[in-house]
């Protein structure tokens, strides 16, 4: 485990000498800070003041949602380097033949870009302490807690998911088109079918939809389907990159 720590803390440092890494969050900042701008001006309009006074804006709408959804190109932009880039420098021969387990070296590349996000996040908790002094009788913080933890489980396991894919190719471009496509399928395109599908195999399909899980955290609902899900999908992002790896090393 600590040398899965040293690569974490590696890559997390790495991540602030790369302008990939910069221009992430500054999009996350700037749309979650343009959304409580607006907000904020809709809040102080005589005509709606009534409304808000009953549902005020919630951290959802500002925060959580469009985060949730600049994920689906940030995973790919933070994990396309990941591994195609040491396969590229050639410093993948290296790694692997030092003492250092398969599992370590994917667990700690893992760890490294989802330790930057929860950072991007962190910051982005100054916005909802801003909110609950802008509405009466304050934001739900059960809800926003709820939401969080949905945002941070999906980012877990996209980052999971975009490390493992990294694992199978050389050219990082690749790798972030090749993700973004996996993301694309999980968070829309896969609960297509579902309206014209019998009932089982569309409550299937929508399960197996990212969205469908962050809705109902985001909406302050934390089900034992929802954090299975997320960390089955983790867990298998993990363990695909380590095969990766370990056919690689006996290639």
Do not use: C
């Amino acid at each position: 485990m600590r040398n899965a720590w040293i690569i974490a803390t590696r890559e997390y440092r790495q991540y602030f000498l790369s302008p990939v890494a910069y221009i992430v969050a500054f999009l996350i900042l700037l749309f979650a800070g343009v959304l409580f701008v607006l907000d904020m001006y809709i809040v102080q309009q005589q005509t709606l003041a009534a409304y808000y006074a009953v549902t005020p804006p919630g951290v959802a709408d500002i925060v959580i949602f469009p985060t949730a959804f600049l994920l689906l190109f940030a995973a790919p932009a933070l994990t396309m380097r990941l591994l195609s880039e040491e396969h590229r420098a050639g410093t993948l021969e290296l790694l692997l033949t030092s003492p250092l387990k398969d599992w370590e070296l994917i667990f700690g590349k893992w760890l490294g870009s989802f330790l930057y996000l929860l950072t991007v996040y962190a910051v982005t908790l100054i916005l909802p302490i801003v909110l609950n002094n802008f509405v009466s009788p304050g934001i739900d913080l059960g809800v926003m807690a709820a939401g969080y933890l949905g945002l941070i489980l999906l980012t877990a396991a996209y980052l999971a998911i975009g490390t493992a894919i990294s694992s199978f190719f050389n050219n990082q471009f690749a790798s972030f088109f090749a993700t973004l496509v996996v993301l694309l399928v999980l968070w829309w395109v896969i609960s297509w079918p579902a309206g014209i599908l019998p009932y089982n195999a569309a409550e299937f399909l929508r399960s197996l939809d990212t969205s469908t899980h962050i809705d109902s955290m985001m909406g302050g609902v934390i089900t034992l389907d929802g954090l299975v899900y997320y960390l089955s999908l983790t867990s298998l992002g993990l363990f695909l990159g380590t095969i990766a790896i370990e056919i690689r090393r006996w290639r």
